[in-house]
């Protein structure tokens, strides 16, 4: 809204965060009605040395219905070994690393010495492993924060949300 009235387009900038704020309930209220168990998640933000995602991402993955095991919400992301993961044992593992295209991500995951990591954890063993583009989502302030919700929602819960922004920005790996 700062923007909206610093540029004289406040009613505008009204409409635009109603919309935004509209599309995060929907999906808030959605998962809760689902009544069902609240994933663990891994949310990674870089690959070596891994580092989990923090700021607002943590939040993000409680409104979409999951439980972050490594990051906290509003704490700035840190640096944490495979072990770290592995240990925290999340259901869900997602890759998103700062700047890189879902395509990055995908070939970025395929390193051998990583993908042997990966694929030790129940997530991938489970058919939970997931990319994420984070040159789009998850790693950027700003209305995107919505489609990052709404993919996180689809992932966590599989056939019951519908978005477009899932099948351009993320995958199952």
Do not use: Y
Not at 149 to 170: D, M, N, Y
């Amino acid at each position: 809204l700062a923007v909206g009235a610093a540029t004289g387009t406040l009613p505008r900038a009204r409409e635009v965060v109603a919309r935004l704020r509209a599309r995060a309930a929907s999906v808030s209220c959605r998962v809760q009605a689902l009544r069902l168990p609240r994933p663990g998640v891994a949310v990674i933000e870089w690959l070596d040395p891994p580092m989990a995602a923090g700021n607002w991402v943590p939040e993000l993955v409680r409104l979409a219905g999951g439980d972050d095991v490594l990051g906290k919400a509003g704490v700035h992301s840190h640096w944490i070994t495979w072990d770290d993961v592995a240990a925290a044992d999340p259901d869900v593992v997602i890759l998103s690393p700062c700047g890189f295209t879902l395509d990055r991500v995908v070939a970025e995951s395929a390193a051998p010495a990583l993908r042997g990591r990966l694929d030790s954890l129940r997530a991938a063993r489970s058919g939970r492993l997931f990319a994420v583009d984070g040159h789009h989502l998850l790693n950027r302030p700003g209305p995107r924060l919505l489609d990052s919700l709404e993919v996180l929602a689809e992932i966590l819960h599989p056939g019951r949300f519908s978005f477009a922004a899932t099948e351009r920005f993320a995958c199952r790996l």
